[in-house]
């Protein structure tokens, strides 16, 4: 896949150079160049997707722990004073 990326580079380089030259023509040089940045970059989207969900994943873990100790002392407050059995006054009411 190494060869795709640096395909990618020398595309988004050197293809809108030449269409310009070539062609004259604006819009088709940032079709080119928008190609050749998107070969680029799926060709290391692994690597990237590697590196950036690492720390989301530890932090993600640890959000998570921190939910479940707060909906634990939450049903255990709960169970204390009685109120884990009742009904709101408002829906006995409908």
Same mark, same amino acid.
């Given at each position: 896949?190494?060869?795709?990326?640096?395909?990618?580079?020398? *595309?988004?380089? $050197?293809?809108?150079? $030449?269409?310009?030259?070539?062609?004259?023509?604006?819009?088709?040089?940032?079709?080119? #160049?928008?190609?050749?940045?998107?070969?680029?970059? &799926?060709?290391?989207?692994? %690597?990237?997707? @590697?590196? %950036?969900?690492?720390?989301?994943? !530890? +932090?993600?873990? @640890?959000? &998570?722990? @921190? !939910?479940?100790? #707060?909906? *634990?002392? +939450?049903? @255990?407050?709960?169970?204390?004073?009685?109120?884990?059995? +009742?009904?709101?006054?408002? %829906?006995?009411?409908?």
């Amino acid at each position: 896949m190494i060869w795709l990326f640096w395909l990618g580079i020398v *595309f988004t380089l $050197v293809a809108p150079i $030449v269409i310009g030259v070539a062609y004259g023509d604006q819009t088709t040089n940032w079709i080119a #160049a928008l190609c050749g940045a998107f070969v680029t970059f &799926m060709a290391k989207i692994e %690597s990237i997707a @590697e590196l %950036s969900l690492g720390p989301v994943k !530890a +932090r993600m873990k @640890e959000k &998570m722990e @921190e !939910a479940a100790a #707060a909906v *634990f002392l +939450r049903a @255990e407050a709960a169970v204390h004073h009685g109120v884990a059995g +009742r009904q709101p006054f408002c %829906s006995r009411v409908f």
